[in-house]
């Protein structure tokens, strides 16, 4: 399918520059030279791609993108099957799951985007490009959350690091400059009316952390151990609002241990056949 082609350039790609490196080094070529060959190299690669490419193109050999790929790029459309249509990758997620998922840190995501874009760097650079992509995926298939959480920790980890080394410093000095001699007296008074308002934010900083910090531990530990313990039965909220409980499962289970042999060999998708 076309989504495999890009990696496999990529690949293929890092393939010819270390054949290029090799002839380099082996060679003792200047950078100039080096340049040379791999536009050479690169453009005998591209000819090459270009003539298989023509050839197989009309025999079938490439396929479309996948449905899950197209899915990620246009909404998603019911198909009338129930079966595919019930599927949770398949759906978009809604705003309310990522605070689920990600709780205190949606509020801290946008001051470490701040941060990043303050200290742009490779680092930062990548990690924004890294939200901003997982963002976007993850907003189109509700299962690509996962994709999000490391992203976003980073990002909300950039902002309160930040934050509590500037509140560390309010009151220690992290710098060991000596102070600047301050003569004039107005100058001295607005200096200490800054430092306090500045305490003030700090106390307050580290207020809110001793507050929300135990909140949000407890939320994690809640979810984990629901996550960690599925069950068969378990409530759920229909298009309506009102709230239904799903027994599906139970169900079906007990049609099956009513209707089949004791050695009874079940055959199901991963969905269901992990239970």
């Known amino acids: 399918s076309l989504e495999q082609m890009g ?24 950078r100039k030279q080096a340049w040379g060959v791999r536009v050479a190299v ?23 993108l996948s449905a899950r790929v197209r899915g990620l790029l246009i909404p998603h459309t019911r198909t009338g099957n129930p079966l595919v249509d019930s599927v949770a990758e398949h759906k978009a997620t809604h705003s309310r799951q990522f605070y689920q998922y990600l709780h205190f840190v949606c509020y801290l995501v946008p001051a470490g985007l701040l941060v990043g874009l303050y200290r742009f760097s490779n680092a ?3 990690l924004l490009l890294y939200a901003a992509l997982s ?7 509700v299962r690509l959350i996962i994709l999000l959480g490391p992203g976003m920790c980073a990002l909300a980890g950039m902002a309160l690091g930040t934050m509590f080394h500037w ?8 710098t060991g400059a000596a102070p600047v001699p301050v003569t ?3 100058t001295k008074k607005q200096k200490m009316a800054d430092s306090v308002v500045r305490k ?8 809110a952390l001793y507050i929300y910090s135990p909140i949000y531990y407890a939320y994690c530990e809640n979810a984990a151990a629901d ?31 009513k209707n089949t042999p004791e050695d009874a060999r079940i055959l199901a998708w991963w969905d269901y056949g992990y239970q």
């Open 7 to 30: 990696p496999l350039m990529v690949f293929l790609g890092y393939q010819l520059i270390e054949i290029c490196e090799v002839l380099r080094r082996r060679n003792g070529w200047a």
């Open 42 to 64: 690169f453009a005998g690669a591209l000819a090459l791609s270009s003539l298989l490419v023509y050839h197989l193109a009309p025999t079938g050999y490439f396929g479309p």
């Open 124 to 126: 930062t650079s990548f």
């Open 135 to 141: 963002t976007y995926f993850s907003s189109k298939m």
């Open 167 to 174: 509140s560390v410093h309010q009151f220690v000095d992290l």
């Open 184 to 186: 004039s007296v107005a």
């Open 200 to 207: 003030m934010v700090s106390a307050c900083f580290f207020l």
């Open 227 to 257: 996550m960690a313990h599925p069950t068969i039965m378990f409530k759920a909220e229909i298009s309506d609002g009102s709230i239904v409980t799903v027994d599906d499962y139970r169900q079906a289970y007990g049609w099956l241990k």
